[in-house]
């Protein structure tokens, strides 16, 4: 078997376990909830060995790089490190409802790349042919991942918070019993955020290690530099004003969505639509 074949293996198991989350949600039994846990879990380690055989068919093939060099194969990346990331939750605090706000955003990438993108092995460009690309393309897109689970269990928050400003007693004894308290998503939201921060700083460090010795600077300003910088400050300004004005609930909810939604743009948005010395991102990385 190819490694696409067991990328659409892999997608087809989010959709399963996305689709077993939403049935736990809306069922309430706990073991349809470890169900969509097994599943997502199962799908994490096809996806591993996806992502392993692809690099693999790389140096079979001559080229030997890392699976990370173009916008797909960064795709395949980032969702893995959604599932990995939502695995490590669910293990340590044994939130099943987050899965079915969390792992469609794996689903959704997965399914773009397998849809929509060209799927081939290419040999590198010469921007990209250094270490330096699987140091900062590891830390930037645990760093987003975090953050895509700090957008889910946000978005979590912000559903409960109205609900229950509502008084809506009838949704808060069903669909919100599911839901963790607020308090606990609040934690959950900056751990989270606590998770990304450290490693979008480590991915910038490295990314400038990287253009200087690609491009002999550090910083040029180019559009993906300058949005790295401002998804940073968008996460820095979320963790500054928890630790100095107590901002927590809906403010720091909010504020994790702008974030990720900084984030996404960042990596597709200046990919796909701004020109300057990341312009070969719309086809790598």
């Known amino acids: 078997m190819t490694s696409s074949m067991f990328f659409n293996v892999a997608t087809i198991a989010y959709l399963i376990s996305m689709i077993v989350f939403f049935a736990f949600l809306a069922g309430r039994n706990k ?37 990370m060099s173009n916008l797909y194969e960064s ?4 969702a893995w490190t959604i599932v990995l990331l939502f695995a490590y939750i669910d293990l340590k605090y044994k939130y099943r409802i987050i899965g079915a706000f969390v792992i469609p955003f794996a689903l959704l990438g997965m399914a773009w790349a397998q849809l929509g993108m060209n799927t081939g092995i290419e040999p ?10 699987l140091y900062h393309v590891i830390t930037c897109f645990l760093g987003y991942a975090a953050f895509a689970v700090a957008c889910g269990i946000s978005i979590m928050y912000l559903i409960k918070a109205a609900l229950e400003g509502n008084d809506s007693s009838a949704q808060a004894g069903g669909l919100m019993s599911m839901f963790p308290p607020l ?29 200087n010795y690609a491009w002999g600077t550090y910083w040029s300003w ?16 979320f ?35 701004l020109s300057g010395l990341h312009s070969y991102g719309g086809s790598k990385m």
């Open 124 to 133: 590198l460009v010469p921007a990209l042919q250094s270490n330096w690309l």
């Open 183 to 211: 308090k606990v998503l609040d934690d959950l939201n900056y751990r989270a955020i606590m998770i990304g921060f450290p490693l979008l700083t480590l991915g910038i460090i490295t990314g400038a290690a990287w253009a």
């Open 31 to 67: 073991t349809i909830g470890f169900a969509g846990s097994l599943i997502a879990y199962a799908g994490l380690a096809v996806h591993t060995l996806a992502i392993g055989l692809r690099w693999k068919e790389s140096y079979d093939m001559g080229v030997g790089h890392a699976p």
């Open 239 to 273: 963790l500054h004003a928890r630790f100095t004005r107590g901002w927590v609930g809906k403010r720091a909810a909010w504020l994790s969505v702008i974030g990720f939604a900084a984030t996404i743009f960042c990596y597709l948005g200046v990919n796909l639509f």
């Open 75 to 78: 795709i395949v990346f980032f």
């Open 222 to 237: 180019d559009p993906k530099e300058t949005w790295s910088l401002i998804v940073w400050f968008v996460y820095a300004a």
